[in-house]
């Protein structure tokens, strides 16, 4: 009769698993395709006009200085 009990304990737990694993496996679809939509919805609604009005918000009045180099030969540009 134990032993009847012990499969029977190890059966609910084994059921208890699955449904979490089944509920987290829903979950994160859900989450992945609500996230989809959304950047499908950002990327609609960027225009060139926007980028240049972001990049004109986040800019913190300092030109540019880059390092462009190929190879060994490097080219420091300050541009001011």
Do not use: C, F, H
């Not at 699955?18 to 950002?42: E, G, R, Y």
């Not at 009005?53 to 541009?79: A, C, D």
């Amino acid at each position: 009769m134990q032993k009847r009990s012990e499969l029977e304990q190890v059966i609910a737990d084994s059921i208890k698993s699955i449904t979490q694993a089944n509920t987290d496996a829903s979950v994160a679809l859900i989450t992945a395709q609500a996230q989809a939509k959304a950047n499908q919805i950002i990327a609609r609604s960027l225009t060139p006009t926007l980028v240049q009005y972001e990049q004109i918000q986040k800019w913190n009045g300092v030109l540019p200085s880059t390092n462009v180099s190929s190879g060994n030969s490097g080219l420091l540009l300050n541009i001011k």
